[in-house]
């Protein structure tokens, strides 16, 4: 009988497409593209040191001599210029990593157009700015600068301090007389202004920077009015009736009750010992993917931002038609709650597109690249030690200097690579539901 041929098997086509990301790949994703983008990352992390320690002396310089009022303000401006280099370099950095996320390429083969680095540096960096002062960010940038001119006028303010003369060092940033910040404010809010404006108008290729630059501007020489007012605002608020008034009842309180004074000890200490964590550990990372979203292209701007998408919406869209004026009223009453709380809300619902596991790694991953470098900068220094405290002249900087590097850059592409799973999901979930 002849023999039946064999039929060759097939064999079962192979699925060529890259995994899908996952919450739990976050850690691995994010070593995969600062191994792809390290030598951008430590260049821009570079440049940006260089340009601010530059600023920081130049500033420390034209902050005393003659005419001191002038220097100070060309000082306050100096000031403002160090932190947009840090709102600049962080922009660059997060730009600088879009060729190894998968959702920018996926973009790309879609035939969108990849944004340029002053494109999103002019859209991002004046939200930015908001962020960066509703949270404080720039008190570490003053410390820092008080830091570096105390240092530099040591000799001098021990002269002085000797002939009984005022000490000006670390000063800079403080003893600009109130009227004087209070006319720079006001020619500062008027620029930011006109610049904000022809921003949203699309006219000026760098109205975008130019707004950033004067929002600073007028953010820090108002802190400076303001702190001028502080001491005689707090001794006109204890002299008030009203006040006077409280402090009775709240010590006729206390001696009613003798249980009130230690529970709100007690809990205003649990308080105090919590929340800089949570801040730091929750909030804190949330604003930072807020940024990240905006240099990729995910606004998250207003308020709506945090309901689109949601039942909500649509009942915010009705309010909105029905109530402009109340809308607009109750925007300038709650600005601060907006600037401080919207961009984590944006940033928390980014963070779910990805999965409830999504937010917990992102705070985990956060909080354990400063924990373990902590201990890793404690460890060199145990090494190097101190028997010699004149080696520290010459290492203290370089060590420092990395383990900055280390932090940045690591967060860096952890905020990329959790933007990246979010919005891979988000856009494989549509595309599922819309099949």
Known sequence: MPETPVMPTQSPAVDRRPASLSAASLPLHTLKIFGACALTLILWFSVGRVVRELLMVAASEVSHGDHRQVRLVVTMFVFTLIVLNELVVMVGMLHSVRGALREIRARREAGEADESMFGALNRATLVFATIYLAWGFHTADAREFIAVDTARRVDQDFASSLAGNEIEGGTGLSTLDVRVSIGVAVVAYLLRMLFARWHLNGRGRGSGVLA?????????????????????????????VVVVTFKEWA??????????????????????????????????????????????????????????????DGVATRVERAHDLTRSTMTHATAGFQERWVPPANAFRLAAKGGPVLFGALCLCYVAIRVVTDYADRGVRMLIGNEDPFVWV??????????????????????????????????????????
């Open 212 to 240: 950033t630059f004067f929002e600073l501007a007028f953010a820090f020489y108002s802190i400076n009015a303001l702190l001028a007012f502080a001491e005689a605002r707090a001794d006109w608020l204890d002299q008030r």
């Open 251 to 312: 010590e006729a309180a206390g001696e009613a009750l003798p249980w009130w004074k230690p529970f709100w000890n007690t809990v205003g200490d649990a308080v105090g010992d919590t929340w800089p964590h949570v801040v730091d550990g929750l909030i804190v990372p949330l604003t930072w993917l807020t940024v990240a979203s905006l240099v990729y292209g995910a606004f998250a701007e207003d308020t709506r931002a945090v309901v689109r998408g949601t039942r909500l």
């Open 394 to 435: 010459a290492l203290a900087g370089p060590v420092e200097f990395v383990r900055e590097l280390v932090v940045l850059t690591l967060t860096v592409c952890l905020l990329a690579a959790t933007f990246d799973i979010a919005a891979t999901r988000g856009r494989e979930a549509g595309r599922t539901l819309t099949a």
